[in-house]
């Protein structure tokens, strides 16, 4: 059984960090591209970064970039991301995300598993 767990979500003020772990088991997790994707209430999931199997291959939404840091450790089975200068509109829940096909760039189309979510709240 594959299951993706995310952790480290929480309240945060604008302009602070806050770093978001997804553990994997059930998968090879070295044959996976991951990503993750985020949704606010009433608006669709979209994406906010992806990382490849081998971590060659990094991805940003253009609403992250040089905010936000993706990152594996496939020994560990974990995908990270790091985010900084947060923003009231990052607010939404975090999704990590593995596709198995490797199709760049990575789309909802293309997850093969979803985790539960984490809830990120940035205050203004």
């Known amino acids: 059984q594959v299951q993706l767990v995310e952790s480290g979500g929480g309240l945060v003020q604008a302009g602070g960090s806050l770093g978001l772990s997804c553990a994997a088991s059930?998968?090879?997790?070295?044959?996976?591209?991951m990503g993750w994707f985020r949704q606010a209430p009433g608006t669709e999931r979209e994406f906010v970064a992806a990382i490849s199997r081998r971590a060659t291959i990094i991805d940003y939404a253009e609403s992250v970039k040089g905010r936000f840091t993706i990152s594996r450790d496939n020994a560990k089975n974990m995908v990270y991301l790091h985010m900084n200068s947060l923003k009231p509109e990052d607010s939404a829940v975090y999704y990590c995300a593995a596709s198995f096909v490797s199709s760049w760039p990575l789309h909802r189309r293309n997850i093969d598993y979803w985790g539960q979510g984490t809830q990120v709240i940035v205050s203004s």
């Open positions: 059930g998968v090879a997790f070295r044959d996976y591209d």
